[in-house]
């Protein structure tokens, strides 16, 4: 893990992906004898939660694990309020660091995740990543995979239309003229699903903010600088500039998550910015053979200085009144081990959050591998806000941005508001 990571606090979360979440129960469940560990992650982690599944069963014949998937704004109130009834999942998706109702932090303080310090894979964990997945010097989370926000280009539909990926803003606004003027969307974006709308300002912010300023999460801590009085408002404003170009496919603030890959798949629009987990259900809706590369969203016109948002991705705990605990710690042994990890990075097209030098990158990872091992990432910006409402005022203004009725810096000064309550 490369030292920007140590010096620049690892600040994640963000987010990331959907259906509903069905009621789960913590109580120890039989199935043909077997002892059922529940599991329950985010809709982005479906693809690589089967093959997980499937090998830690065929190893644990006398276990069974029972997942469910939610979307993010579904899962962090549903989970919260399960754990705090006593009807949670065994092993659940955890964010780390802070920033939002199950975040690692926030969890941990309610007393609601065990602590994991003894297991295998804690004394393995990156440098870079042990101030967002411990407290105290003890660890909470078990990280599975690291992970990045860029955009998601479908690289068959590029080349077929003529398109090259933009390397400078400039170069993206004509991009975005390009394909509207062929009835196509340079970006989809599935502004109707509120998580999705923060991933641009992620993908901005690293080339215009935290890149510049590798110091500026703590000059937040200490007072020392706002969002509205730093670029996070050239990040909105660029983000509003995308809209008016027509960057994004009509009726963007009504579009889910799934819709917007759904218009990458079908080659409808040449890319959307996303969490790299994403990839997998991109191509699980493309045809045989498309290509995904996974790159930065140029912010300016200094090619040199882009830069990639990445850091810890899924994450695990274990439910701190599981009453199949040492099972659950099996299950989250596994998720952590070479194989689990490998097999899970695989499918989520990932990279291990422990890194392991037999696994093999996905091929749509490679431009992000590059930025990675060329120190040119910075973390998620939320897994260091003080609370969980940073976030979510941060879904909020943006829609409101993109609709019209917000400006850039009244969202920000919200958010501001939002940071200055401290601790959640």
């Given at each position: 893990?490369?030292?920007?990571?140590?010096?620049?606090?690892?600040?994640?979360?963000?987010?990331?992906?959907?259906?509903?979440?069905?009621?789960?129960?913590?109580?120890p469940?039989?199935?043909s004898?077997?002892?059922?560990?529940?599991?329950?992650?985010?809709?982005?982690?479906k693809?690589?939660?089967?093959?997980?599944?499937?090998?830690f069963?065929?190893?644990?014949?006398?276990?069974?694990?029972?997942?469910?998937?939610?979307?993010?704004d579904?899962?962090?109130?549903?989970?919260?309020?399960?754990?705090?009834?006593?009807?949670?999942?065994?092993?659940?998706?955890?964010w780390?660091?802070?920033?939002n109702?199950?975040?690692?932090?926030?969890?941990?303080?309610?007393?609601?995740?065990?602590?994991?310090?003894?297991?295998?894979?804690a004394?393995k964990?990156?440098?870079?990543?042990?101030?967002?997945?411990?407290?105290?010097?003890?660890?909470?989370?078990?990280?599975?995979?690291?992970?990045?926000?860029?955009?998601?280009?479908?690289t068959?539909?590029?080349?077929?239309?003529?398109?090259t990926?933009?390397?400078?803003?400039?170069?993206?606004?004509?991009?975005c003229?390009?394909?509207?003027?062929?009835?196509l969307?340079?970006?989809?974006?599935g502004?109707?699903?509120?998580?999705?709308?923060?991933l641009i300002?992620?993908?901005?912010?690293?080339?215009?903010?935290?890149?510049p300023?590798?110091?500026?999460?703590?000059?937040?801590?200490?007072?020392?600088?706002?969002?509205?009085?730093?670029?996070w408002?050239?990040?909105?404003?660029?983000?509003?500039?995308?809209?008016?170009s027509?960057?994004?496919q009509?009726g963007?603030?009504?579009?889910?998550?799934?819709?917007?890959?759904k218009?990458?798949?079908?080659?409808?629009?040449?890319?959307?910015?996303?969490?790299n987990?994403?990839?997998a259900?991109?191509?699980?809706?493309?045809?045989?053979?498309?290509?995904?590369?996974?790159?930065?969203?140029?912010a300016?016109?200094?090619?040199?200085?882009?830069?990639?948002?990445g850091?810890?991705?899924?994450?695990?705990?274990?439910?701190?009144?599981?009453?199949?605990?040492?099972?659950?710690?099996?299950?989250?042994?596994?998720?952590?081990?070479?194989?689990?990890?490998?097999?899970?990075?695989?499918?989520?097209?990932?990279?291990?959050a422990?890194?392991?030098?037999?696994?093999?990158v996905?091929?749509?990872?490679?431009?992000?591998?590059?930025?990675?091992?060329?120190?040119?990432?910075?973390?998620?910006?939320?897994?260091?806000?003080?609370?969980?409402?940073?976030?979510?005022?941060?879904?909020?203004?943006?829609q409101q941005?993109?609709?019209?009725?917000?400006?850039?810096t009244?969202?920000?000064?919200?958010?501001?508001?939002?940071?200055?309550?401290?601790?959640?």
């Amino acid at each position: 893990m490369n030292s920007r990571y140590k010096a620049v606090a690892v600040v994640a979360a963000g987010a990331l992906l959907t259906l509903g979440l069905s009621a789960c129960s913590n109580n120890p469940g039989t199935t043909s004898g077997k002892t059922t560990i529940t599991w329950s992650t985010l809709t982005s982690e479906k693809e690589a939660a089967q093959p997980v599944i499937a090998a830690f069963e065929k190893a644990n014949p006398d276990l069974a694990v029972s997942v469910t998937t939610a979307d993010v704004d579904n899962y962090q109130t549903t989970t919260r309020t399960q754990l705090s009834s006593g009807t949670a999942a065994d092993v659940f998706f955890t964010w780390p660091g802070d920033g939002n109702p199950m975040a690692m932090k926030v969890v941990q303080k309610a007393g609601l995740i065990a602590d994991l310090s003894s297991q295998p894979f804690a004394s393995k964990i990156p440098a870079g990543l042990t101030s967002v997945t411990q407290i105290g010097g003890k660890t909470y989370i078990a990280p599975v995979t690291f992970s990045g926000i860029g955009a998601a280009y479908n690289t068959t539909a590029m080349k077929s239309n003529g398109f090259t990926e933009p390397t400078t803003w400039t170069e993206l606004l004509k991009f975005c003229s390009a394909a509207k003027a062929k009835g196509l969307s340079a970006f989809a974006l599935g502004a109707g699903t509120p998580w999705n709308t923060q991933l641009i300002p992620y993908a901005l912010t690293p080339t215009l903010v935290y890149g510049p300023d590798p110091k500026f999460a703590t000059e937040m801590a200490d007072g020392a600088t706002t969002f509205a009085n730093s670029n996070w408002k050239t990040a909105f404003d660029k983000y509003e500039e995308m809209q008016k170009s027509g960057c994004f496919q009509e009726g963007d603030l009504g579009t889910t998550y799934e819709d917007a890959l759904k218009l990458v798949s079908t080659g409808q629009a040449m890319a959307s910015v996303q969490v790299n987990s994403s990839i997998a259900l991109i191509k699980q809706g493309s045809p045989a053979g498309t290509e995904i590369d996974f790159a930065p969203l140029p912010a300016n016109d200094d090619a040199t200085s882009t830069r990639m948002a990445g850091a810890a991705g899924a994450s695990y705990g274990v439910n701190a009144k599981s009453k199949n605990m040492a099972a659950s710690i099996k299950f989250v042994d596994y998720l952590t081990s070479a194989e689990g990890a490998a097999l899970y990075a695989k499918s989520a097209a990932g990279l291990p959050a422990i890194p392991s030098p037999d696994f093999t990158v996905d091929s749509s990872l490679t431009t992000f591998v590059k930025y990675q091992s060329d120190g040119k990432t910075d973390p998620f910006m939320d897994q260091l806000w003080p609370n969980s409402k940073v976030q979510q005022v941060h879904f909020q203004v943006l829609q409101q941005l993109l609709a019209g009725s917000l400006s850039s810096t009244d969202a920000l000064k919200q958010m501001d508001a939002a940071y200055a309550e401290g601790a959640s």
